[in-house]
Nanobody, 118 residues
Framework: VQLQASGGGSVQTGGSLRLSCAASGRTFSTYSMAWFRQAPGKERAFVAGISVNHMRYYADSVKGRFTISRDNAKNTVYLQMNSLKPEDTAVYYC?????????????WGQGTQVTVSS
């Protein structure tokens, strides 16, 4: 499976961005997906996950601000990010989940940079 994240950019505090992650392969609809992020000097951290039946799970730090969704027809998972804060600045990655709701496979595609300025 190849994963390509896109949609990052630079915004001011309170702004919004929508990330996309396109996955290759024909089995996308059969596995849970998630977004993780890695800020400078920190470990990669779970952000949000979505199961095959569209059940969602979020890190406490993004609840109420971020929304994860998926379009199986397009093999794509999305992350709508609203009310962005400087602490959301990170490289964002999508991945398959090995164990619901937040244990990933150790495979990371190219991430996308999100920078939030105050």
């Amino acid at each position: 499976v190849q994963l390509q994240a896109s949609g990052g950019g630079s915004v001011q505090t309170g702004g919004s961005l929508r990330l996309s992650c396109a996955a290759s392969g024909r089995t996308f609809s059969t596995y849970s997906m998630a977004w993780f992020r890695q800020a400078p000097g920190k470990e990669r951290a779970f952000v949000a996950g979505i199961s095959v039946n569209h059940m969602r799970y979020y890190a406490d730090s993004v609840k109420g601000r971020f929304t994860i969704s998926r379009d199986n027809a397009k093999n794509t998972v999305y992350l709508q990010m609203n009310s962005l804060k400087p602490e959301d600045t990170a490289v964002y990655y999508c991945t398959r989940l090995r164990v619901w709701p937040s244990i990933p496979y150790n495979y990371w595609g190219q991430g996308t940079q999100v920078t939030v300025s105050s």
